[in-house]
Nanobody, 124 residues
């Protein structure tokens, strides 16, 4: 079992930055790949990015590539989502998720554990 808790959300103006954190407890953090997803009102949850267990390989959705960066600190059981140059369309609840697999990290169904989400609102 893994428990995930996100933090760092808030209200920011367009062009600004936020850093989200997701801290895990309950199991061996370094055994899991971590993903970030988001869900805007009335829309399906979508993939943002993911980082593999070792932290040396990341993948991003095209919509955030070049603006968002995922990193992890296995010693602190924490994964981060640095979001720069935020746009109003980035407004959503952001979720982190953990999976024991290393394949298809952009797909929701491969993730076994989810956090409760943190709200990010970008004003224009």
């Amino acid at each position: 079992q893994v428990q995930l808790v996100e933090s760092g959300g808030g209200l920011v103006q367009a062009g600004g930055s936020l850093r989200l954190s997701c801290t895990a407890s309950g199991s061996t953090f370094s055994s899991y790949a971590l993903g970030w997803f988001r869900q805007a009102p009335g829309k399906e949850r979508e993939f943002v990015g993911a980082i593999r267990r070792s932290g040396d390989n990341t993948v991003y959705a095209d919509s955030v590539k070049g603006r968002f960066t995922i990193s992890r600190d296995n010693a602190k059981n924490t994964v981060y989502l640095q979001m720069n140059n935020l746009k109003p369309e980035d407004t959503a609840v952001y979720y982190c998720a953990a999976t024991g697999t290393f394949l298809n990290l952009s797909r929701l169904r491969v993730y076994d554990y989810w956090g409760q989400g943190t709200q990010v609102t970008v004003s224009s």
